[in-house]
């Protein structure tokens, strides 16, 4: 079996006085790593006035078979 990536999607998720908000993005890196993502956390709070508060990673793989001999 072989497995290859296709894209990341990032979403982050932000909090105000309104409640929480999620924002997403595409096309990603392959594996954000977790300072990556705390940075950009930090440059969303800047520009949205929000507390940044969590993230979630999804990755797409195409996964392909051999055939069975």
Same mark, same amino acid.
Request: hydrophobic share 35%; glycine share 6%.
């Given at each position: 079996?072989? #497995?290859?990536?296709?894209?990341?999607?990032?979403?982050?998720?932000?909090?105000?006085? +309104?409640? *929480?908000?999620?924002?997403?993005?595409? +096309?990603?890196?392959?594996?954000? #790593?977790?300072? *990556?993502?705390? +940075?950009?956390?930090?440059?969303?709070? #800047?520009? =949205?006035?929000?507390?940044?508060?969590?993230?979630?990673?999804?990755?797409?793989? +195409?996964?392909?078979? =051999?055939?069975?001999?």
């Amino acid at each position: 079996m072989e #497995k290859k990536w296709t894209r990341t999607g990032l979403t982050m998720v932000m909090t105000d006085e +309104n409640g *929480q908000s999620k924002h997403s993005f595409s +096309n990603v890196v392959e594996t954000p #790593k977790e300072d *990556q993502i705390a +940075n950009f956390g930090l440059i969303l709070e #800047k520009l =949205t006035g929000k507390k940044f508060d969590s993230a979630v990673i999804t990755t797409a793989d +195409n996964v392909m078979t =051999t055939p069975a001999i």
